[in-house]
């Protein structure tokens, strides 16, 4: 995100993690529940893109293998 700190990041995530968790979708007469992890880390100048990236997919799989729906930065 453009302009957000690393906790603004978090907070934004998290605010639609939880609209998102409050969400009931129906389909075909079933009430369907959603969940969503997000991995969050601020952006490090001195890093490739692809190392950013990667810290970013470790974070989101670290949000998956611990419970998943929630929010993890560090």
Known sequence: LHNYTEEEAVDFAEQIRQ???QTICEFEES???ITMSFGVKGLERDQSLNENVEGVDARLYKAKTSGRNRVVAS
């Open 19 to 21: 609209e998102v968790e």
């Open 31 to 33: 009430h369907i529940r």
